[in-house]
């Protein structure tokens, strides 16, 4: 008999893993990587530690199966490589 006051329980209420896919949340290091390869636009340095990071995320995302974020680390990590590319070629055409 329930008590009063409580009614039945919502379903889905539990603390079972979630349904749609069993992602447990975005790599941090992704997101910055993302970050960081767009920042590269302005300040091309930048995209060494956006290419690192990606790099990293991408085997966090490897060794922990629910975690996301791998589309975020991939296109950091080629925003990063194609800025780092471009300041370099840019850095030689201003100083040559």
Same mark, same amino acid.
Do not use: C, H
């Given at each position: ?32 990587? #993302?970050?960081?390869?767009? !920042? &590269?636009?302005?300040?091309?340095? $930048?995209? /060494?530690?956006?290419?690192? =990071? @990606? *790099? ?10 629910? #975690?996301?974020?791998?589309? !975020? &680390?991939?296109?950091?990590?080629? $925003?990063? /490589?194609?800025?780092?590319? =471009? @300041? *370099? ?8």
């Amino acid at each position: 008999m329930a008590s009063v006051g409580q009614g039945p329980e919502e379903p889905g209420s539990g603390d079972a893993p979630p349904a749609y896919g069993g992602t447990t949340g975005t790599s941090g290091k992704a997101i910055a990587s #993302l970050v960081l390869g767009i !920042l &590269a636009f302005l300040i091309w340095p $930048l995209g /060494v530690a956006g290419l690192i =990071l @990606g *790099v990293m995320a991408r085997n966090d995302i490897r060794a922990r199966p629910g #975690l996301g974020g791998n589309g !975020l &680390a991939v296109a950091g990590i080629v $925003l990063s /490589v194609i800025f780092i590319v =471009l @300041g *370099v070629i840019g850095a030689v055409i201003i100083l040559s």
